[in-house]
Nanobody
Framework: QVQLVESGGGLVQAGGSLRLSCAASGSISSINAMGWYRQAPGKQRDLVAV???????DYADSVKGRFTISRDNAKNTVYLQMNSLKPEDTAVYYC?????????WGQGTQVTVSS
């Protein structure tokens, strides 16, 4: 099992920044990728960013150039630096980890961007 604990969400004005953290614990060997999804009210959960074991990254088109995903292997933690936030970035952000063919999820952290 993999446990994921997110932190760093909150309320910010448009144009501001937040950094989300996701700390992994448990059976973390063989994790192939970690990343972030988000879900706004009434919408599906969409991928925001992913970082793979090979250090390759991918981003949703809507966040490219504004968000940066990174990780600290020593702390088993993945970060999502979010800059130039927009009201449409408002959502619950979920951390996930993929191990072989199983996805593990965090509890989610609310990000609210006011206009």
């Amino acid at each position: 099992q993999v446990q994921l604990v997110e932190s760093g969400g909150g309320l910010v004005q448009a144009g501001g920044s937040l950094r989300l953290s996701c700390a992994a614990s448990g059976s973390i060997s063989s994790i192939n990728a970690m990343g972030w999804y988000r879900q706004a009210p009434g919408k599906q959960r969409d991928l925001v960013a992913v970082i793979r074991r090979t250090d390759t990254t991918d981003y949703a088109d809507s966040v490219k150039g504004r968000f940066t995903i990174s990780r600290d292997n020593a702390k088993n933690t993945v970060y999502l630096q979010m800059n130039s936030l927009k009201p449409e970035d408002t959502a619950v952000y979920y951390c996930y980890a993929r191990k072989i063919l199983i996805d593990y999820w965090g509890q989610g952290t609310q990000v609210t961007v006011s206009s």
